[in-house]
């Protein structure tokens, strides 16, 4: 089972947006001073426009750096609120955790030596179990909330 970790930011959408936008101000300017026959009356207009540009760059920049998206925030929280307990006896280890969703809706999976999980609103982990190479998913309980694993 594999998983996308690779995340696409604002500011990284912007990298491609400004430029284009910028380049297409730059070409109505051109078209401007191509057919202005009024000499400093269009220097004004092309230099409003520059300004103008500059100006609204520096805002949306500005927008992505101080705003991280709302699903985003909410990844970051559950991330830092997650816990689980992994118990190591004789031969075996206990998982514990909790994973939100219905039974039908958590998959576990044990592949060399990393457990995935998964459960529902977009809810995903990965545990590195050290020692848990050549295991398997012995017994799987969930009630309440709370997954249970024994790997033997």
């Known amino acids: 089972m594999a998983s996308y970790k690779g995340t696409y930011s604002n500011e990284q959408s912007l990298n491609f947006v400004i430029p ?3 380049i297409l101000f730059f070409g109505i300017i051109y078209v401007m001073t191509q057919r202005a026959d009024y000499g400093f009356v269009s220097f004004i207009l092309i230099g409003a426009a520059a ?6 760059v520096k805002v949306l920049k500005k927008m992505t750096k101080d705003q991280k ?4 925030k909410a990844r970051e929280q559950e991330t830092k609120n997650w816990v689980y307990d992994l118990i190591k006896s ?5 998982f ?4 939100p ?3 039908d809706k958590i998959a576990v999976r044990l592949i060399d030596g990393i ?3 998964r459960g529902t609103s977009g809810f995903s982990k990965e545990v590195p179990i ?5 295991m398997q998913i012995f017994d799987f309980k969930y009630r309440n909330g709370v997954l249970t694993l024994r790997i033997k």
């Open 130 to 134: 050290e020692g848990a190479g050549n």
């Open 115 to 117: 457990l995935y999980i």
């Open 101 to 103: 969703g219905p039974e």
């Open 96 to 99: 514990v955790a909790e994973v």
């Open 90 to 94: 004789e031969g075996e280890f206990v």
């Open 51 to 56: 300004l103008t540009i500059f100006y609204w």
């Open 69 to 72: 998206p709302l699903y985003y």
């Open 20 to 22: 284009i936008v910028v």
